[in-house]
């Protein structure tokens, strides 16, 4: 019987090495022939293939910082950083350029992408105070609550870069602790929005005074109670 040829280590070596080749010259000639006529990028760190620059992200914390160092390590007031296989996030420390975009381009870069963070808060009931007249356990609960959802309000997130990895991974321990700091404020704010409703409902309050009272009569569309508590949630953390 006669050695295949298919199960020949040299063979199986020329094969991947072709291979090999192969993907080297398409990537760089086809690849780069294709993307050489659109705008160049900002400078910025090399990106590993699909993971991009999270592992560098991740290893460096806290992110802003991180971000500091690069403007400064390469001399740009501009820089660009690859977080996903489609997402540019794009840093400037320049006043001028800052301008550049909040006010001239701002049609362009004025809307914000979902991120975990806002994803987990779009979906005041305080008992009595101190004897000094300070806050008591419950107001101080909830404020504090509010501080943490504004902390970590657009933090950066790796789910937020691949998001198919929401509710699934949490590298960086933000889900927990913005889902507890969630429940927290919700805990004090329903049961009001709550009581309200029922008033409404049973025609003790006929007057518009608030927003909440808006929300409430809203007619195009109709808000369900659950989404007249997320926009009071998401107003009072945008609003703090």
């Given at each position: ?88 996030v794009i840093a400037v420390s320049s006043p001028n350029l800052a301008c550049e975009f909040m006010r001239k381009q701002d049609v362009v870069f004025s809307s914000r992408p979902e991120t975990l963070s806002t994803y987990l808060v779009s ?72 009581e309200r409703i029922q008033m409404w409902k049973d025609g003790v309050r006929k007057v518009k005074k608030d927003v ?29």
């Amino acid at each position: 019987m006669h050695p295949s040829w298919s199960s020949s280590p040299a063979i199986q070596v020329v094969s991947v090495s072709a291979i090999i080749i192969i993907f080297i010259f398409f990537r760089k000639y086809v690849i780069n022939k294709t993307t050489s006529n659109q705008p160049g990028l900002p400078p910025g760190p090399t990106p590993l293939p699909f993971i991009c620059c999270t592992i560098q992200m991740l290893l460096n914390r806290p992110t802003f910082r991180w971000i500091h160092k690069l403007i400064d390590q390469f001399n740009t007031p501009i820089l660009c950083i690859k977080l996903g296989p489609s997402t540019h996030v794009i840093a400037v420390s320049s006043p001028n350029l800052a301008c550049e975009f909040m006010r001239k381009q701002d049609v362009v870069f004025s809307s914000r992408p979902e991120t975990l963070s806002t994803y987990l808060v779009s979906d005041r009931f305080f008992g009595a105070g101190m004897e000094d007249g300070g806050p008591g356990e419950e107001e101080t609960e909830h404020v504090a609550s509010v501080f943490i959802i504004l902390k970590y309000l657009y933090t950066f997130s790796i789910s937020d870069f691949f998001p198919w990895l929401r509710g699934k991974t949490d590298f960086e321990g933000h889900q927990k602790i913005i889902r507890t700091a969630i429940q927290r404020v919700r805990k004090y704010q329903d049961p009001l929005i709550d009581e309200r409703i029922q008033m409404w409902k049973d025609g003790v309050r006929k007057v518009k005074k608030d927003v909440l009272d808006v929300l409430i009569n809203h007619e195009s569309p109709k808000l369900t109670d659950q989404e007249i508590k997320a926009r009071i949630l998401v107003r009072l953390t945008c609003k703090s």
